[in-house]
């Protein structure tokens, strides 16, 4: 087994979700991961997980409530020089001209634009970040480091 001594927690709002999760879950991962029910956009319901190098967000930012308040929890509960990874859809104008009333043409509707995250962070006073549109051209990678 790859790094025995790193600990995985993984959060997630919905019971259902981690019910799901557990179901799919390789044996020799169930001892590793400790699943753990808290949102994000409520730091009461993350503060008490501890400290983090690494926290990996995938396909919430365009969930969240309120993604400016979310990030600054996430930011909150990282070691220093951890890092904030999060991975998600990118809105492209273009995709609103497409006739489609699926799923995930709604979440790319829903999903913010690179300059609508620089903003976000910037009120929220984080400066060490970068932002990358990575293939397919409407997902993206926020990497930010405290």
Known sequence: MQHPKVEIIANEI?????????????????TRIKYEIGDACDINSIKDLGKFDLIYSTFTLHHWDNAELAIKNLYSILNDGGLLYIHDLKRVVWLYYVKSKS?????????????????????TGINNYKINTIFPFFMQSVLIRK
């Open 14 to 30: 919905s019971p259902e979700m981690i019910k799901l999760a557990k179901q799919d879950l390789a044996d020799n991962l169930k």
């Open 103 to 123: 799923g995930f043409f709604n979440s790319i509707r829903a999903a913010y634009r690179p300059d609508e995250i620089k903003a976000m962070l910037n009120e």
